[in-house]
């Protein structure tokens, strides 16, 4: 490792510390000298992907070409996102800053407003040399950021519906429905009816294009699916027979939870066919649970695409590829749907990463880590400076030893409405969740606390246990020493 990041370390100009936004502190945008080698990045973005893969124990699960990259690289078992939901989720990572820090805990309010200055990822790269370029979903929808790239980008969404149905019965639906119309679609169409399709075809020029540019990129490619609609070709469906499709085994919320603890699914109960309130069908939910799995399949089919072009271009040579899915997913999991939650089937993720050189391919750590650990960690493998404000850790050193530590605990959080705050906190062994008043963090309302070790699906909830007293107050220590959930939201 060492010897790959010397050969890769670029001669840098003096770089500035300027003065930003309360709490932020900038790089300047003076470009830093690059040499021929300095590495690209290919970064994968995909949506709602929960940590179902074959590279992730899934046997049910057809996804070749993303377990490729984890036999090629080096994959993260227990990784988490800041908040189970788009835009607080990739603003963190973009940015390196945790949702408190943003003030982002919401899919509408734009980081600009809360946190202007701050100096993202592929705005980092491009200051220090970097052509940048993005398509798809990277930012959340309608929230791009145009001073992170050099070179614009599209999203591929139907103008008039985000879903971008196919199939005009679906389109019908949807119009009297505002926009929701079924939660998923079969049609027999080509990869590229569908956004991602189109999106692995840009992603592939732009190889194309960069390969006799002469200068680094970072090159984000964000896929669609599998959020819903559940919207894929017919061949990807035919991949998995329904009738092999089994429920999860607890379908109703971790015993002794607080009700806040759980969601009300209100992004699928939206769609067409699906219920105000109440239970799904077992014919509904296996046709979802069919759905999220064609969509996996089909996507996997456009990041294997986009990687076989990677090798056609000879650029695969010399370039960081890293892929994470913005947070977890339920389907059907504690009896609920969608994320929205600080369960752990909603902040745990998939992120792997490989690069040319890397030592220990085709391993894994279980040592834990968080989206904010994104940046710096890119940072580090690219020979770049790491701007100040950054609050994650590289996890590079993990990657030269799989069964080392970089930290005791990965936070996430999760709002319930303008006077609760959940945060929540994974160690090697427990979940220890505290939901507590916005305006007085001291203010308990409600507490949870699992232990993954005897119970590693998080079906009982101990933290009313008087024997675990004392744990907890260990535990919200770890947290208060660690700055989460200390000041006013």
């Known amino acids: 490792m060492k010897g790959f990041l010397l050969k890769l370390l670029p001669v840098f100009i003096l770089l500035e510390i300027l003065s930003g936004a309360p709490g932020i502190t900038q790089v300047n945008k003076k470009k830093a000298l690059h040499k021929k080698n300095t590495p690209n990045i290919l970064f994968i973005a995909v949506d709602d992907l929960r940590p179902e893969l074959k590279c992730y124990g899934s046997k049910h699960i057809l996804s070749p070409n993303i377990d490729k990259i984890a036999k090629r690289g080096f994959l993260f078992e227990r990784a988490y996102c800041q908040q189970a939901v788009c835009s607080p989720s990739r603003t963190s990572l973009l940015t390196g800053l945790r949702p408190d820090a943003t003030h982002i805990y919401d899919l509408f309010t734009h980081f600009r407003k809360t946190t202007p200055d701050v100096i993202t990822l592929p705005q980092h790269f491009k200051n220090n040399g970097y052509q940048t370029q993005w398509f798809g979903k990277i930012y959340h929808a309608g929230l791009n950021d145009s001073v992170s790239w050099t070179i614009a980008g599209k999203t591929f969404e139907n103008e008039n519906n985000w879903r971008s149905y196919v199939l005009e019965e679906s389109n019908i639906i949807a119009d009297k429905n505002k926009g929701a119309g079924p939660p998923f679609e079969k049609a027999d169409v080509q990869d590229d009816a569908y956004p991602d399709g189109k999106i692995a075809n840009h992603g592939i020029e732009a190889l194309k294009q960069f390969r006799t540019s002469g200068k680094p990129f970072f090159l984000a490619l964000g896929f669609y699916k599998p959020h819903l609609p559940f919207n894929a070709p017919s061949k990807y469906w035919d991949m998995y027979n329904a009738a092999d499709v089994k429920l999860p085994d607890h379908m109703y919320p971790p015993d002794n939870a607080p009700a806040l603890a759980s969601s009300g699914w209100g992004e699928l109960r939206a769609y067409s066919g699906m219920p105000a309130k109440g239970e799904l069908s077992k014919e509904q939910s296996i046709n979802l649970i069919h759905g999220y799995r064609a969509c996996i399949s089909y996507?996997?089919?456009?990041?294997?695409?986009?990687?076989?072009?990677?090798?056609?271009?000879?650029?695969?040579?010399?370039?960081?590829?890293?892929?994470?899915?913005?947070?977890?997913?339920?389907?059907?999991?504690?009896?609920?749907?969608?994320?929205?939650?600080?369960?752990?089937?909603?902040?745990?993720?998939?992120?792997?990463?490989?690069?040319?050189?890397?030592?220990?391919?085709?391993?894994?750590?279980?040592?834990?880590?968080?989206?904010?650990?994104?940046?710096?960690?890119?940072?580090?493998?690219?020979?770049?400076?790491?701007?100040?404000?950054?609050?994650?850790?590289?996890?590079?050193?993990?990657?030269?030893?799989?069964?080392?530590?970089?930290?005791?605990?990965?936070?996430?959080?999760?709002?319930?409405?303008?006077?609760?705050?959940?945060?929540?906190?994974?160690?090697?062994?427990?979940?220890?969740?505290?939901?507590?008043?916005?305006?007085?963090?001291?203010?308990?309302?409600?507490?949870?606390?699992?232990?993954?070790?005897?119970?590693?699906?998080?079906?009982?909830?101990?933290?009313?246990?008087?024997?675990?007293?004392?744990?907890?107050?260990?535990?919200?220590?770890?947290?208060?020493?660690?700055?989460?959930?200390?000041?006013?939201?």
């Open 299 to 489: 996507t996997d089919a456009q990041i294997g695409r986009v990687m076989a072009a990677l090798k056609a271009t000879g650029l695969h040579k010399n370039t960081i590829v890293i892929l994470w899915g913005d947070h977890g997913w339920k389907l059907g999991d504690y009896g609920q749907w969608a994320k929205h939650t600080n369960f752990e089937i909603d902040t745990r993720v998939p992120l792997l990463i490989s690069f040319p050189g890397m030592k220990n391919k085709g391993s894994k750590t279980t040592s834990l880590v968080e989206f904010i650990d994104v940046y710096p960690s890119l940072c580090e493998l690219a020979g770049l400076p790491k701007p100040t404000h950054l609050e994650g850790r590289s996890f590079v050193s993990l990657i030269n030893k799989p069964s080392s530590i970089i930290k005791e605990a990965a936070f996430s959080q999760y709002p319930r409405g303008a006077k609760v705050m959940g945060y929540t906190m994974r160690t090697s062994r427990y979940r220890f969740t505290r939901w507590q008043s916005r305006d007085n963090p001291q203010e308990v309302v409600a507490l949870e606390l699992y232990d993954l070790q005897h119970d590693p699906k998080a079906f009982v909830n101990i933290a009313n246990k008087p024997e675990n007293k004392e744990l907890i107050t260990k535990l919200y220590k770890m947290m208060l020493d660690a700055g989460i959930g200390t000041q006013k939201t």
